[in-house]
């Protein structure tokens, strides 16, 4: 069955960087565009960039101002998320998940949860 | 950005009622509209897509309608498993939005 297990959280000073990794199985991984979709503690889903199956167009949400950067490895079956310049506002959840079509986002991980603090 | 507002924020319905959640975007997006159930410390899951296209496993009690600006999501007789924060979600060129979450309380 399909799985995403995103793994790399951990608690980072404000200003420091991260990389997040989802690995996945179960399903054809390089025809499938990929996102990644962050909850702060006790707030809503936000969602924060997705890649197309073949890695040659990435999207962000303009709140990101260009510090995260999405991509994947075909061959690994893997989506990553590098994240820099950190700050306490980027603490949350951070799930991957599966492009479906039609807009859509159909698997989800379980999450991984970073934490920016001091 | 198209931005995503969901009323109510909170409410509470009797098992057996009919419950109705409304999502407004802030310019037309056809009918690229999902809808996602949450569950306290879970991920969330996909209910509807394309407006009222219900994904595969989901039981028959929800359904969403609309096009244009406004959707509504529906669930026909509320049962206890319903207890969950429900999300809409847009898509349009390459662009995604989540509204805020509307938590449902069993009463």
């Known amino acids: 069955q399909v799985q995403l297990v995103e793994s790399g959280g951990g608690v980072v000073q404000p200003g420091g960087s991260l990389r997040l990794s989802c690995a996945v199985s179960g399903f054809s991984f390089s025809n499938y565009g990929m996102h990644w979709v962050r909850q702060a503690p006790g707030k809503g889903l936000e969602w924060v960039a997705a890649i197309l199956s073949d890695g040659s167009n990435k999207y962000y949400a303009d709140s990101l101002k260009g510090r995260f950067t999405i991509s994947r490895d075909n061959s690994k079956k893997m989506l990553y998320l590098q994240m820099n310049r950190l700050s306490d506002e980027d603490t949350a959840v951070y799930f991957c998940s599966t492009d479906g079509g039609m807009g859509k986002l159909d698997y989800w991980g379980q999450g991984t949860l970073v934490t920016v603090s001091p | 950005d198209i931005q995503m507002t969901q009323s109510p924020s909170t409410l509470s319905a009797s098992v057996g009622d009919r419950v109705t959640i409304t999502c407004r975007a802030s310019q037309s997006i056809s009918s690229w509209l999902a809808w996602y159930q949450q569950k306290p410390g879970k991920a969330p899951k996909l209910l509807i897509y394309?407006?009222?296209t219900l994904e595969s496993g989901v039981p028959s009690r929800f359904s969403g309608s609309g096009s244009g600006t406004e959707f509504t999501l529906t669930i026909s007789s509320l049962q206890p498993d319903d207890l969950a924060t429900y999300y809409c979600?847009?898509?349009?060129?390459?662009?995604?939005?989540f509204g805020q979450g509307t938590k449902v309380e069993i009463k």
């Open positions: 394309k407006a009222s």
């Open positions: 979600q847009q898509y349009n060129n390459y662009s995604w939005t």
